[in-house]
C-alpha cells in the first residue's frame, strides 16, 4: 500500500513546513500606494489576492479559526494588521 503524498507549503509567520489541509489560508488583496501627483494617476489598477498560509500555532497565537474566517474575515485582516 502506498503512502499518500501531501504538498508542504510554509507558514507566513514563523516559516515552518506546514501540510496543506492542515494551514489555514487567508486571501488578501495589497493595497498600493502610488507615489505620483494626481494628473499622472491611473484609472485603474487591478491587484490578484495573495493568499497566505498560516500554521495551527501561529493560527491560535493570533487567535484565528476557520470558522471565523468565513464570519469575520475583516476584523481578522484589520486585528492582524492587513490593510483592506
Do not use: W
Amino acid at each position: 500500500m502506498r503512502a499518500k503524498k501531501y504538498s508542504n507549503v510554509h507558514c507566513y509567520y514563523c516559516g515552518r513546513l506546514v501540510r496543506i489541509d492542515k494551514a489555514v489560508v487567508l486571501r488578501v488583496s495589497p493595497r498600493i500606494r502610488l507615489d505620483v501627483s494626481d494628473d499622472q494617476k491611473p484609472f485603474l489598477v487591478q491587484v490578484q489576492p495573495i493568499k497566505i498560509y498560516i500554521c495551527p500555532a501561529c493560527a491560535r497565537y493570533r487567535g484565528i479559526t476557520k470558522k471565523d474566517l468565513r464570519n469575520k474575515e475583516k476584523e481578522i485582516l484589520t486585528k492582524l494588521g492587513i490593510d483592506i
